[in-house]
């Protein structure tokens, strides 16, 4: 039984959700991967709870009962000092993506990778602003970053393409990579409104605090620049991209296109032009022949053009906090278990 330390940075939905999963899963890690995963300790933006009772003795009720109690939230210690002390793990980073910055999560990161930590994310700033910078000093200490709850969460998208995909040609990814507008489009197409659609999404727990980052395609295009570092390793910038969100269709496009057969969906495209990966977003007419056409809901999709296995296309994925904390725990699992 291999025991890890696990430090948590951030404590939004998905934080909250990784939580209380760890200590849902606590006993089937430890019987069908032999990990017995300890979080030591949950970082707010200026408090912390840190568990002297491991989670791994803790059960999710008992778990839930501290994080709600007020009194075990003690002043924020550093990071440093945490990362310090003991054994190193694994820091779970999950707090608010600035994607012009990259903080605080790029400070975190590089301090876990520079104190011998793996990183577990789904904090889209940080790898945008500086991917190579991270995945470089991950590499010189002999550790991983593993990112898929920043690229689609749920939708094993970087797993497919760099593990089952390996030794293809990629030559083209498309992807509905975001549940908030794919949620949307769907619903507005059976006759919601955008605000009831939207409302819906943000009760699921899937729209972002600023929507415009979602129904602007902002988030795709965030999520095809980080797919395009892993798969081409060319660090794509957002302005070399163009990208159309959903905000310019109309209910009554929608509707019409449903009467035709037909469905709009947001399609982020990679694809090879010479030396060169290029990529945009833009709301797409698709017919029922498309991989991508049966993709309703909050659900998402992928689907890649290879040079030697055909066409591989993925659907589903929960589009929400326990399915992003999901993508976490399993990413965390990889590092450790090889199959
Ligand atoms: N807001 C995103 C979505 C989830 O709707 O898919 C985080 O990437």
């Known amino acids: 039984m291999k025991t890890l330390p696990v430090i948590l940075v951030g404590f939004g939905p998905v934080g909250r959700a990784f939580a209380e999963l760890l200590a849902e899963k606590m006993a089937e890690l430890k019987e069908k991967y032999g990990l017995s995963l300890r979080l030591e300790a949950i970082l707010r933006r200026s408090s912390a709870l840190l568990l002297e009772e491991k989670v791994e003795s803790l059960d999710k009720r008992a778990l839930v009962n501290k994080i709600n109690d007020p009194s075990s939230w003690s002043r924020r210690p550093s990071l440093d000092s945490l990362l310090q002390q003991g054994i190193p793990g694994v820091l779970v980073e999950v707090t608010t993506s600035d994607l012009k910055t990259g903080q605080p999560g790029y400070d975190h990161i590089k301090k876990a990778l520079t104190s011998g930590w793996h990183v577990v994310t789904a904090n889209k700033g940080p790898l945008l602003v500086s991917f190579s910078e991270l995945h470089n000093l991950a590499k010189e200490n002999n550790l991983r970053l593993k990112f898929s709850g920043a690229t689609a969460a749920a939708l094993p998208a970087l797993d497919v393409g760099l593990v ?105 495209s990679l694809w090879k032009q010479k030396e060169s990966i290029k990529a945009k977003v833009r709301p797409e ?5 498309h991989a991508l056409f049966f993709v309703d809901g909050t659900n998402k999709g992928i689907s890649f053009v290879t040079d030697s296995m055909g066409t591989i296309t993925l659907m589903g994925g929960q589009s929400d906090p326990r399915g992003a904390a999901a993508a976490l725990l399993k990413d965390i699992i990889n590092i450790y278990h090889h199959f």
């Open 285 to 289: 007419l698709l017919n029922p022949s």
């Open 164 to 268: 089952s995909l390996a030794g293809t040609e990629i030559r083209r990814v498309e992807g509905i990579l975001n549940g908030t507008s794919n949620y949307l489009l769907t619903r507005m197409a059976e006759g919601a409104s955008y605000s009831e659609a939207l409302k819906e999404a943000q009760e699921k727990g899937i729209a972002e605090k600023n929507p415009a980052y979602d129904v602007e395609g902002w988030d795709t295009a965030v999520k095809l620049a980080l797919l395009s570092a892993a798969f081409f390793g060319v660090c794509l910038q957002l302005e070399e991209m163009e990208v159309v969100g959903i905000n310019q269709l109309t209910p009554e496009e929608l509707r019409m296109a449903k009467q035709k057969g037909l469905k709009f969906k947001l399609i982020g």
